[in-house]
């Protein structure tokens, strides 16, 4: 099962106000996802997304039953909205169960294989889904040094990194 964000590796646990880093980049992933999981308690990542220039991050969880919830939180780690629900219906919650039951590798494998794909890259985006052959991945966007976009896909059941870009 897919990790909680709190649990993130130590490498994105830079403070934001560390010389060099800015809010919004990839060191507040933690403390966002941290932020996140406790306002929907005993929930799963699903996908964050950087907004409003990397000062805001969209996170999107799944709940024990599979119940998607999306809110908002900035880059120092407070929820600056409440959760909401998005009614998806039971079949998309049975197939949300499934992503989160079959991924073998966690949020946390999925960020640190990402990491060490592009060093000293920023996460801008990372989603757990089922992509064109039906294979379960955590994609990844990562702006890599010098502005350049990298896209890496980590295999959620084996961990195989696909790296394209740069």
């Known amino acids: ?10 490498a994105l646990t830079t403070s934001p106000s560390d ?7 990839t ?3 933690e403390k ?6 406790d306002a929907v308690q005993g ?5 964050v997304q950087a907004e409003n220039d990397g000062k805001i991050w969209e996170i999107q969880l799944a709940g024990p039953d599979g119940t998607e919830h ?3 939180v900035d880059a120092a780690g407070k929820a600056i909205s409440e ?10 919650k049975a197939r949300v ?18 990491s060490a794909a592009v060093p000293q890259g920023e996460i801008t985006h990372i989603s757990l889904d089922r992509y064109n052959d039906n294979a379960l991945v955590w994609d990844a966007d990562v702006m890599g040094p010098g502005e350049t976009w990298h896209g890496v896909k980590v295999n959620a059941e084996d961990g195989t990194v696909t790296k394209t870009g740069g």
């Open 19 to 25: 010389p060099g880093q800015e809010a919004g980049d």
């Open 70 to 72: 999306v809110l908002e």
């Open 83 to 92: 959760p909401r629900v998005k009614d998806t219906g039971s079949s998309e």
């Open 43 to 47: 929930s799963t990542i699903l996908s």
């Open 97 to 114: 169960v499934g992503l989160v039951k079959a991924a073998k590798q966690t949020f946390k494998d999925a960020v640190e294989k990402v």
């Open 1 to 10: 099962m897919a990790a909680p964000a709190r649990d993130v590796i130590a």
């Open 27 to 29: 060191a507040s992933l």
């Open 32 to 37: 966002a996802g941290a932020a996140a999981t």
